[in-house]
T-cell receptor, first 112, second 118 residues
Framework: GNSVTQMEGPVTLSEEAFLTINCTYTATGYPSLFWYVQYPGEGLQLLLKATKADDKGSNKGFEATYRKETTSFHLEKGSVQVSDSAVYFCALRNQAGTALIFGKGTTLSVSS | GAVVSQHPSRVICKSGTSVKIECRSLDFQATTMFWYRQFPKQSLMLMATSNEGSKATYEQGVEKDKFLINHASLTLSTLTVTSAHPEDSSFYIC??????????????FGPGTRLTVL
């Protein structure tokens, strides 16, 4: 079946450090891939997405590239800020439907 | 962006009682709403999909008689956990999709409801 695996946290970084959160997936066909972010006390927000192989999603300095050959969608940011502290969820949407399948989430904590 | 609220944010109840959780889209009409459940350090698991005015579609393994979903209007969906037991304790999250396609691209999530059953 379809599944998403992302690195376990927490990830603790200093401000301006480089961030990578790994995400790999298992799916049939050609799923769409997403990163969601959940700030403390708030609901999940779509951060970025990619709908086909080699697409790069980007937003707020974050990037992720849909790699079909490695079934990966790693999240990166060149210089994190304290305000980036949140829980990040990798997710996929099966080509056939609208249900989102989530990874377990990775907590990021950035200190100044 | 679009805002989705959930009420209550936290509820504690006794075993055997029923609990209702509301999910509202505050500034848009949601043709489709989704209910997820999240265990500690686990993924969000889709429980059911509800469309306004019709019966919810439940995922495999989710008891529809235990988790009653009502989507009576384009801005409100409710999840009622009937005869709750301690194993129902969890974090329940709803999301609402704007537009007619119900695509995940336009899903807006509520902040979640923490249910604890004693």
């Amino acid at each position: 079946g379809n599944s998403v695996t992302q690195m376990e946290g927490p990830v603790t970084l200093s401000e301006e450090a480089f961030l990578t959160i790994n995400c790999t997936y298992t799916a049939t066909g050609y799923p769409s891939l997403f990163w969601y972010v959940q700030y403390p006390g708030e609901g999940l927000q779509l951060l970025l997405k990619a709908t086909k192989a080699d697409d790069k999603g980007s937003n707020k300095g974050f990037e992720a590239t849909y790699r079909k050959e490695t079934t990966s969608f790693h999240l990166e940011k060149g210089s994190v800020q304290v305000s980036d502290s949140a829980v990040y969820f990798c997710a996929l949407r099966n080509q056939a439907g609208t249900a989102l399948i989530f990874g377990k989430g990775t907590t990021l904590s950035v200190s100044s | 962006g679009a805002v989705v609220s959930q009420h209550p944010s936290r509820v504690i109840c006794k075993s055997g009682t029923s609990v209702k959780i509301e999910c509202r889209s505050l500034d848009f009409q949601a043709t489709t709403m989704f209910w997820y459940r999240q265990f500690p350090k686990q993924s969000l698991m889709l429980m059911a999909t509800s469309n306004e005015g019709s019966k919810a579609t439940y995922e495999q393994g989710v008891e529809k008689d235990k988790f009653l979903i009502n989507h009576a209007s384009l801005t409100l969906s409710t999840l009622t956990v009937t005869s709750a037991h301690p194993e129902d304790s969890s974090f329940y999250i709803c999301s609402a999709a704007a537009g007619t396609s119900g695509s995940a691209d336009t899903q807006y999530f509520g902040p979640g409801t923490r249910l604890t059953v004693l």
